[in-house]
């Protein structure tokens, strides 16, 4: 589905059903991001409460957002700004936690890993809302582009279970070590597809029956985080895994990769 802003206009030129689209997606991020700030606030230091009680104020701002889109049929330009706004200031915030915990300004249970990658979570989400609908113009450079920005997401989730897992885990880390390999290999490859891309190919067979790779080893993925999940929930696993609710979001992560990326496979699909 191809959606574009056409500035001469000034107006959306998008398909009908692109405004559903968008409150979908808008939906799905807010809610992550009101996470990514309670788990900020969770791996902050106890001494730290100016930075505390922003990643506080950031959950109650996303939290508001979360209830006004849950009562509006489409998202309107005021809500869009608003949505905008938000996104970006939190991008700001979790560049300078980044910048601050790099410099060794900052302590806590925060890998700087982790942090890079919820920016990178809230980076998306703004181009989504800068687009006003999800990247999904439907072209091969844009299935890999998806494909790789994913599948880095779904390695280091594999990466952060990895370190939080308690090292007597050993069945867990060796399941999760395994899926980690064949993530990366993944990774490599998208990354080669997504160059030849370049080329503007008018089939590309082969980057489909990789696409179905990707799409099998994500489910693999997020089985196992769901599996996590439950275990957590049950006290079954040791670790420092600060709340079960983090296996449910990469879990929540995993299911929207599989929805995007089958969606642009199944729009560059010939029929
Ligand atoms: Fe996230
Ligand atoms: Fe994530």
């Not at 001469?8 to 405004?19: H, I, L, R, V, Y």
């Not at 968008?22 to 730290?48: N, S, T, Y």
Request: charge should be negative; charged fraction near 25%.
């Amino acid at each position: 589905m191809i959606c574009k802003m056409t500035y001469w206009e000034s107006q959306w030129n998008c398909p009908p059903n692109a405004g559903e689209d968008l409150l979908d997606e808008a939906r799905f991020w807010v809610r992550i991001m009101k996470e990514h700030a309670m788990f900020i606030q969770m791996g902050l230091p106890g001494c730290d409460t100016e930075l505390i009680r922003e990643a506080q104020a950031f959950a109650d701002r996303f939290q508001m957002l979360e209830n006004t889109l849950d009562e509006v049929s489409s998202i309107g330009p005021e809500l869009l700004q608003e949505l905008r706004q938000a996104v970006t200031e939190f991008i700001e915030y979790k560049r300078r936690l980044l910048r601050a915990r790099i410099q060794c300004q900052l302590g806590g249970g925060l890998y700087p890993l982790l942090i890079d990658h919820i920016t990178r979570e809230a980076v998306h989400f703004l181009n989504v809302l800068e687009w006003g609908q999800p990247m999904r113009a439907a072209s091969f450079q844009q299935l890999t582009r998806e494909e790789i920005f994913w599948l880095r997401i779904m390695k280091e989730h594999l990466e952060f279970i990895i370190h939080l897992l308690d090292p007597s885990e050993r069945n867990l880390i060796n399941t999760a070590e395994e899926l980690k390999r064949t993530t990366a290999r993944l990774l490599e490859t998208a990354r080669d597809l997504g160059s030849m891309t370049q080329s503007q190919p008018a089939a590309f067979p082969t980057l489909l029956r990789f696409s179905d790779e990707v799409l099998s080893t994500i489910t693999v993925v997020r089985d196992f985080k769901a599996t996590g999940y439950e275990l957590a929930l049950l006290c079954q696993v040791l670790g420092i895994i600060p709340t079960p609710l983090l296996l449910d979001h990469v879990r929540r992560e995993a299911d929207r990769a599989l929805e995007e990326i089958s969606m642009l496979l199944s729009d560059v699909t010939p029929r």
